[in-house]
């Protein structure tokens, strides 16, 4: 298995393609394919055996209490056997410890049992070549060196060189918080750069969301980026918790008071000529009678009453001491994306005939410029409609879904605009125009849609579309929209400008030199990944408690603040 400390984002596609003995276009035979997953082994993580019932009850004494306890109770039956008064005593605190390893180890079971169901719940698939011919396969029978195939809505099953992308974006919020698709392109990358710099890499457990592509496997479980962070979980040793702590300390304070007790007692009585023996079991019953036998069963039945209300909230608790944690709390650190944010981007500005208005303040018949606007976002558009179950859903680039989203708000389908006007060209969008054109038929003529970055569409446009009419696009205009442009980044939003053509027939050849030039400006996006519902109501909870919650994010400070 090769490790991932191989700069292969910084290699030639035929130096690793060579380093793995692939064939680019064939893939690896199905031979050669078996032959690398008996050596490698599968591609999963690997899983930390679950200790036997006997290691978990026997952990359960690892407590200083506990053992404060259980030496209590040796002693409590020694004299309880001596003067002749039985083990009543003795009986009493076992039963309270091993109780409360019981219901220790019976948490730990019903919680490994939970996890163990979460993990089959899912068994991803891809499509790998070999022998020159595609195939799906489950993703754990991946292999390095493997060829395999990306499209959109994809979820990459390993550690990938690219060596082929076409307009290709992947969403590696899992690896790096960052809620925009990583761009992704085939060129080798100079330096040592971190994975979310590493463009001609996709990672394992990342999705694609726009676009199609090929890679050639460079690592596979463990070895994969997120097998190391995995790795690193995995390692961490284990650390008591505040309250097990202070039960430790009590522990340590209660048996070293017994001891003075004892010495003390013994000390006086053999002072005024007691007999020795008598003395020494009177100072072992004091001592023994200071030891508090219900504390340890108390908490645990406080720990075992928290656990189950977190269940009934769907948390999985796997020890009960783990259940205070959250009571010793003083800073909570939150990523952003996915955990304060719906991770899913949102329309929530239009800007049409030279103003702003937001989306919620729109009727539910639009206007017909707000009509044409959101028509326009929707022809030059890659991502997908489909019906499942009587419910719409969208695939592709969150950007992109967003505008299906707003169109299915106000009633407009893009399947059905699809229908009406047929697309007959396109040119994909790239990083250097920062634009996506398309074409498509009408009765009478043919409709260019496009859309991108503000800046690259206006230096496309010398006409605008306001208050119904086409006019020339003045330098008053320009500043006016530049203006509105700042105005909706300040307030944390991503902005995409939508222009439009009509022409009357398709030019031979369909570039940016015939299609994106002489446009008319329609109007702009504003769209944002707006925070959870139930965020708000978080925060000040944690206020409440004296919790401090902190944001984490790669964002820039105006859109984290804002």
Request: glycine content about 8%; charged content about 20%.
């Given at each position: 298995m090769m490790s991932t400390t191989e700069n292969f984002y910084a290699q030639t596609v035929e130096a690793v393609a060579a380093f793995f003995?692939?064939?680019?276009?064939?893939?690896?035979?199905?031979?050669?394919?078996?032959?690398?997953?008996?050596?490698?082994?599968y591609n999963e993580f690997q899983k930390t055996r679950h200790t036997s019932l006997v290691v978990k009850f026997f952990n359960q004494f690892k407590s200083f209490m506990i053992i404060v306890l259980l030496v209590a109770a040796a002693i409590s039956g020694t004299?309880?056997?001596?003067?002749?008064?039985?083990?009543?005593?003795a009986v009493i605190i076992l039963v309270i410890v091993v109780l409360n390893a019981v219901i220790g180890v019976a948490q730990e079971a019903k919680a490994e049992k939970s996890l163990d169901a979460l993990e089959k719940l899912s068994s991803p698939h891809c499509t790998v070549v070999r022998d020159g011919l595609a195939q799906e396969i489950?993703?754990?029978?991946?292999?390095?060196?493997?060829?395999?195939?990306?499209?959109?809505?994809?979820?990459?099953?390993?550690?990938?060189?690219?060596?082929?992308?076409?307009?290709?974006?992947?969403?590696?919020?899992?690896?790096?918080?960052?809620?925009?698709?990583?761009?992704?392109?085939?060129?080798?990358?100079?330096?040592?750069?971190?994975?979310?710099?590493?463009t001609d890499m996709a990672f394992s457990s990342t999705s694609v969301t726009y676009g199609r592509g090929k890679g050639i496997v460079t690592a596979i479980g463990m070895e994969t980026q997120v097998g190391r962070i995995a790795t690193m979980i995995q390692s961490v040793g284990e650390t008591k918790t505040p309250m097990q702590q202070k039960l430790d300390t009590l522990g340590k304070m209660l048996a070293y008071a017994a001891l003075i007790i004892c010495a003390v007692i013994f000390g006086v009585g053999v002072?005024?000529?007691?007999?020795?023996?008598?003395?020494?079991?009177?100072?072992?019953?004091?001592?023994v009678a200071a030891i508090p036998e219900g504390l340890p069963a108390v908490s645990t039945i406080v720990l075992a009453l928290g656990v189950q209300r977190l269940v009934k909230r769907h948390a999985i608790v796997r020890k009960l001491p783990s259940v205070e944690t959250l009571g010793s709390t003083q800073i909570i650190c939150s990523d952003k994306t996915g955990t304060l944010t719906q991770n899913r981007?949102?329309?929530?500005?239009?800007?049409?005939?030279?103003?702003?208005?937001?989306?919620?303040?729109?009727?539910?018949?639009?206007?017909?410029?707000?009509?044409?606007?959101?028509?326009?976002?929707?022809?030059?558009?890659?991502a997908t409609l489909a019906q499942e179950e009587g419910r719409w859903t969208t695939t592709g680039d969150p950007t992109e879904t967003a505008m299906l989203d707003l169109g299915m708000k106000f009633g407009v389908n893009k399947n059905e605009i699809e229908g009406v006007t047929p697309r007959t060209g396109e040119i994909p969008f790239d990083s250097e125009r920062k634009m996506m054109t398309t074409a498509h038929r009408r009765e009478a003529d043919i409709l260019v849609a496009v859309k991108g970055g503000l800046d690259e569409t206006l230096a496309a446009c010398d006409r605008i579309y306001e208050n119904g009419a086409i006019r020339p696009l003045t330098?008053?205009?320009?500043?006016?929209?530049?203006?509105?442009?700042?105005?909706m980044a300040e307030n944390a939003l991503r902005?995409?400008?939508?222009?439009?053509?009509?022409?009357?027939?398709?030019?031979?050849?369909?570039?940016?030199?015939?299609?994106?030039?002489?446009?008319?400006?329609?109007?702009?996006?504003?769209?944002?990944?707006?925070?959870?519902?139930?965020?708000?109501?978080?925060?000040?909870?944690?206020?409440?408690?004296?919790?401090?919650?902190?944001?984490?994010t790669g964002d820039h400070k105006i859109t984290a603040m804002a």
């Amino acid at each position: 298995m090769m490790s991932t400390t191989e700069n292969f984002y910084a290699q030639t596609v035929e130096a690793v393609a060579a380093f793995f003995s692939t064939d680019t276009l064939r893939g690896l035979s199905a031979g050669e394919a078996q032959a690398r997953l008996a050596r490698d082994g599968y591609n999963e993580f690997q899983k930390t055996r679950h200790t036997s019932l006997v290691v978990k009850f026997f952990n359960q004494f690892k407590s200083f209490m506990i053992i404060v306890l259980l030496v209590a109770a040796a002693i409590s039956g020694t004299v309880g056997y001596m003067h002749g008064e039985g083990f009543t005593d003795a009986v009493i605190i076992l039963v309270i410890v091993v109780l409360n390893a019981v219901i220790g180890v019976a948490q730990e079971a019903k919680a490994e049992k939970s996890l163990d169901a979460l993990e089959k719940l899912s068994s991803p698939h891809c499509t790998v070549v070999r022998d020159g011919l595609a195939q799906e396969i489950a993703s754990r029978e991946v292999v390095v060196g493997d060829l395999v195939l990306l499209d959109t809505g994809d979820s990459i099953p390993a550690d990938l060189r690219l060596i082929e992308a076409v307009n290709l974006k992947v969403e590696e919020a899992a690896l790096t918080g960052e809620s925009v698709p990583a761009e992704k392109q085939t060129e080798p990358v100079a330096g040592e750069v971190q994975p979310g710099d590493q463009t001609d890499m996709a990672f394992s457990s990342t999705s694609v969301t726009y676009g199609r592509g090929k890679g050639i496997v460079t690592a596979i479980g463990m070895e994969t980026q997120v097998g190391r962070i995995a790795t690193m979980i995995q390692s961490v040793g284990e650390t008591k918790t505040p309250m097990q702590q202070k039960l430790d300390t009590l522990g340590k304070m209660l048996a070293y008071a017994a001891l003075i007790i004892c010495a003390v007692i013994f000390g006086v009585g053999v002072l005024y000529g007691r007999p020795l023996l008598d003395m020494f079991m009177t100072a072992i019953s004091l001592a023994v009678a200071a030891i508090p036998e219900g504390l340890p069963a108390v908490s645990t039945i406080v720990l075992a009453l928290g656990v189950q209300r977190l269940v009934k909230r769907h948390a999985i608790v796997r020890k009960l001491p783990s259940v205070e944690t959250l009571g010793s709390t003083q800073i909570i650190c939150s990523d952003k994306t996915g955990t304060l944010t719906q991770n899913r981007m949102t329309v929530v500005q239009l800007y049409i005939d030279g103003q702003a208005t937001d989306v919620s303040q729109l009727s539910e018949t639009l206007s017909e410029e707000a009509r044409r606007l959101v028509v326009l976002s929707l022809l030059a558009n890659d991502a997908t409609l489909a019906q499942e179950e009587g419910r719409w859903t969208t695939t592709g680039d969150p950007t992109e879904t967003a505008m299906l989203d707003l169109g299915m708000k106000f009633g407009v389908n893009k399947n059905e605009i699809e229908g009406v006007t047929p697309r007959t060209g396109e040119i994909p969008f790239d990083s250097e125009r920062k634009m996506m054109t398309t074409a498509h038929r009408r009765e009478a003529d043919i409709l260019v849609a496009v859309k991108g970055g503000l800046d690259e569409t206006l230096a496309a446009c010398d006409r605008i579309y306001e208050n119904g009419a086409i006019r020339p696009l003045t330098a008053e205009d320009l500043d006016r929209i530049r203006l509105a442009n700042t105005q909706m980044a300040e307030n944390a939003l991503r902005v995409l400008a939508v222009a439009m053509n009509e022409i009357e027939v398709l030019p031979s050849r369909i570039e940016p030199a015939t299609l994106e030039t002489g446009l008319i400006f329609v109007g702009m996006l504003g769209m944002i990944d707006p925070p959870r519902e139930e965020v708000k109501a978080a925060v000040e909870k944690c206020r409440t408690a004296g919790i401090k919650p902190v944001m984490i994010t790669g964002d820039h400070k105006i859109t984290a603040m804002a």
